[in-house]
């Protein structure tokens, strides 16, 4: 096979990475980038981590840093409420930040009630991920296994189909596959989800079993974004910034 010309191979190469960076949202990032700064649309999540002493975030200070979305610790389990979700909310919303929310998932208690729990949190401040600015709403899993295999599995689907019933969306996951290996049995059952994966460094994270990549990519645990009292998780999305738009009801 002939080889292409050296300008004919660099402007290829140049090409299929402005492709990769702008694929439209409907599936997951498969390819492997140099690293975060490839991506140009980060994004922040914070909880009561993120306040300090009860410092206040600077919403507008964070907006004009270039973050362009964030997820905010609604609830947890089945009853416990993040003491700032409402205030961080309201925040968000004033700079008109696009905006979601999530729920720490509690292994041991049952799923559709945890997320019943979490509607009507989400649902009191009128965000349910479907309104102009939303992205979808999150489940977090992350941290003990506390369960078996198989029970683990039809809590957190029992969560992910209710928030889906009542809302219309599929709702987002964060978690890693190192979690799914070790909690879940390396179960194929999550593999069909929108994903926010974590992996901290420069290397992207592994796909969930059954699935094909990734579409948030969390890259660290301590980035410093001004407005923020505390250090905070700064992310990624495999896309375009048109694109977040398109997920967050805004084309």
Known sequence: MQSRPTFLRLALATAALTLTLTAPTAGA???????????????ID???????????IDW???SRSGQ????IKASEGSRTVSPWFVRDLAGARKVNLIRTAYHYFDPEQDG?????HFLRTVRG????????????LELDLEGPC????GALE?????????????????????????YVDRCMASSKALGGYRVRLARYGTTPPPALPGGTGWHFWQFTESATVPGVPAKVDENVFAHSYKALKQLAHLD
């Open 125 to 136: 401040q009128n965000l349910d991920g479907t309104h102009a600015y939303e992205l979808p």
């Open 29 to 43: 990032h498969t390819v492997a980038a140099p690293g975060p700064g490839a991506y140009p649309v980060h994004g």
């Open 154 to 178: 039809s809590r957190v689907l029992a969560f992910l189909k209710r928030v889906n019933e009542v809302t219309g969306e599929a709702p987002t996951l964060y978690t890693q596959k190192s």
């Open 60 to 62: 507008a200070a964070v």
């Open 112 to 116: 559709r009630l945890q997320a019943d």
């Open 68 to 71: 362009k979305f964030v997820s």
């Open 146 to 149: 506390r369960v078996g295999p």
């Open 46 to 56: 914070v909880s009561r981590h993120q306040h300090p002493g009860g410092k206040a």
